[in-house]
């Protein structure tokens, strides 16, 4: 064959796989994008759709010392609201003091907000609340699985019922009697959703839960085929760790300044402002938590394609691991359990958490594999004697 004919043939073959140098990159880029609304769906399911994380978080609330004033707040103003103080006092106060009972009044509100901050943190109280989370939570559930019956007492609404505590402090201020039978059916009641709105919301949770798991597995199969389809699937490997270390930092940016958009935009009262930033902050914990999970599994990406590369320390790193990888196996798949056991660890173990991540430890896995490989090709035995003599 002439050397025009294997020029021609070199051409050819060139362009027939020029498009491996780049349909990698565009599907990494592509799974970065989907890993992003990924996470986005996975803190909406398991914050937003989850009783047992919903009560949770509304148990966390509580504890935030901002949101207990603005709390108190509330409930004192839907007693206080229900029941003429300053009518009581001018009953009960002598006729010369009869004119202070409108400041006294004032006094005592501020008094009861005092104690009911007290109040909510007493055990006792703060259960009331959790309950009523949770009550509030299943009533959505329930409704978005489609049984409208269970909305009939609150007029479609999803509500959260708290005449409980209201009727609680009213008890310690002495005003339970007179508030018995006072309080409108709405006193107390902080209406979460309309039944107006809950269509739409209805729509957006079937999209939710059938994305859930799809989009994590699309987004594994993608970075999956970016890698074997690569010419060299170390950098794409590379690639991959900088992309999901990318999304996790955006996550964690997207939640700062998006907290900080909304407690602008939706609260204009500067001393409840306090009490919606630290909702947002809680309400947010598990998509922080996503974020600093992405931006950890990033660095080890980015760390198992630096050590199976060509530099010197990375080099050095093999070649002192070589006799523990050729003689000791078990040991290092042993460390490796470890370390992914305390991952584990790390977070609830509920099965919405636990599949995911025993696909991610199979891949952990599979690396350690690829890697103890190599470093046995690199470096045999005997060139291991050698350098030992």
Known sequence: MSETNVATAQAVKGERWAWRSWVPWALVVIAAVIGLVAALNVWVKRQALSTDNWT???????????????????????????????????????????????????????????????????????????????????LFIALLDG??????????????????????????????????????????????????????????????????????????????????????????????????????????????????????????????????????????ELLRNVGINGVIYGLVIIFAAWIAGPSRPATWSRRTLAPAMRNYPVVVYGFVTVILFLVLLAGPTDAERIFPLLILFAFVYAGVEVLRRQTMREFPAAEQKEVTA
């Open 147 to 284: 049984k409208h019956n269970v909305l009939e007492s609150t007029g479609g609404n999803v509500v959260l019922n708290l005449q409980p505590i209201v009727k609680q402090l009213a008890d310690q201020l002495g005003l339970g009697g007179r508030l018995e039978g006072r309080l409108p059916p709405d006193a107390g009641k902080i209406t979460i959703m309309k039944g107006s709105q809950l269509d739409t919301a209805r729509q957006a949770v079937k999209v939710v839960r059938v994305l859930s798991y799809f989009l994590f597995f699309l987004v594994i199969a993608l970075y999956a085929a970016a890698v074997y389809l690569g010419r060299s699937h170390r950098k794409l490997l590379l690639g991959v760790g900088v992309s999901v270390f990318v999304v996790g930092l955006l996550i964690l940016v997207v939640r700062r300044f998006a907290g900080n958009y909304l407690v602008d935009a939706l609260n204009n009262n500067p001393d409840t402002k306090g009490a919606v930033s630290a909702t947002w902050a809680i309400g947010t």
């Open 56 to 138: 949770n978080a509304s148990g966390r609330l509580l504890e935030d010392e901002r949101i207990r004033s603005a709390l108190s707040v509330y409930v004192v103003n839907q007693v206080f609201t229900n029941v003429n103080v300053t009518q009581r006092l001018q009953q009960r106060l002598p006729p010369d003091i009869k004119p202070l009972a409108a400041p006294i009044a004032v006094g005592l509100q501020q008094a009861a907000t005092r104690a009911m901050d007290n109040l909510l943190a007493r055990p006792r109280i703060q259960q009331l609340w959790k309950e009523a989370n949770r009550r509030a939570h299943q």
